[in-house]
């Protein structure tokens, strides 16, 4: 690991450590089309995991991802790079009496054996690890993925931030597309953060996972069209219900899937040939 690489992961986890008690107050957002996105994230993800499944949720924060799929799977491990949002997510499963795993540590180098896990599931924090660490991290979740077991990640869509600069989730944690970075405002103690962000293009996670020996099935567009319109048009319920409509019986379809504000991705570890 690089000085510079190691430097950015410090800068992560203190700037999480600071916000990790209001951090659900700053997630999702306000607004209608906030709760689409995050609603459109979280189906994602339990439409594709099963009661036998064991999974692991990489990054993830206080559990927003993970407590959902406790929910529904048959074994969960939360793994974050910080502490404090550990803590967090382990309280809120002891109170729904959720049995959750929770491990500290590095997404470059999981401490996890071989085969260990039917579904890896990654929502935002790919996109605060070091561009260096990508490929690392891949090849990680590959490595503990059973065959035929799945990535569901998902991520910022480099394509849509070649267009437009427009923060269409949440209101507090802006994307400052230019200097690549998430910046953390209002903070309950008056302090900006800002932390090194990577966003991902379609072609960008084809060959992160074809490098790595994965074979991705399904590339989704978040809010595929609702990204492209202004507020005052998706203020019109019967408007805003259609594009929504719309939305989810086009959203997996190109070009349009590679057009959405995130993007939401499938991806299998090939069976062991017979």
């Keep these: 690991m690089t000085t510079h690489t190691h430097r950015q992961k410090d800068l992560i986890a203190d700037i999480y450590h600071r916000i990790a008690s209001e951090y659900d107050d700053r997630i999702p957002g306000f607004t209608a089309l906030d709760a689409t996105f995050s609603d459109t994230e979280i189906s994602f993800v339990l439409d594709r995991v099963g009661p036998e499944d064991q999974v692991l949720d990489l990054g993830c924060g206080t559990g927003r991802i993970t407590l959902p799929v406790a929910r529904r799977a048959g074994s969960v491990t939360g793994f974050d790079l910080t502490g404090s949002m550990l803590e967090q997510a382990a309280r809120k499963a002891g109170e729904e009496n959720l049995q959750v795993r929770f491990e500290q540590g590095d997404m470059a180098d999981l401490p996890f054996p071989d085969d260990s896990f039917d579904v890896v599931v990654s929502v935002l924090a790919l996109m605060h690890v070091p561009p260096a660490d990508h ?118 379809l190109p070009p349009l899937n590679h057009l959405g504000y995130h993007l939401l991705v499938e991806a299998v570890k090939p069976a062991v040939p017979s």
């Design 135 to 252: 490929p690392a991290v891949f090849a990680e979740i590959r490595r503990v993925l059973r065959p035929g077991g799945r990535l569901l990640l998902g991520v910022k869509n480099a394509v849509f931030e070649r267009f437009s600069s427009a923060d269409r989730f949440a209101t507090v944690d802006i994307t400052d597309v230019e200097n690549k970075e998430l910046v953390f405002t209002g903070t309950q103690g008056g302090a900006e953060f800002r932390a090194p962000w990577h966003s991902f293009s379609p072609d960008d996670l084809k060959r992160l996972t074809a490098v790595a020996g994965l074979v991705p099935v399904t590339i989704r567009g978040n809010i595929p069209i609702s990204a492209w319109l202004a507020d005052s048009v998706l203020d019109n319920g019967d408007l805003a219900g259609a594009v929504r409509t719309l939305e989810a019986l086009l959203g997996d």
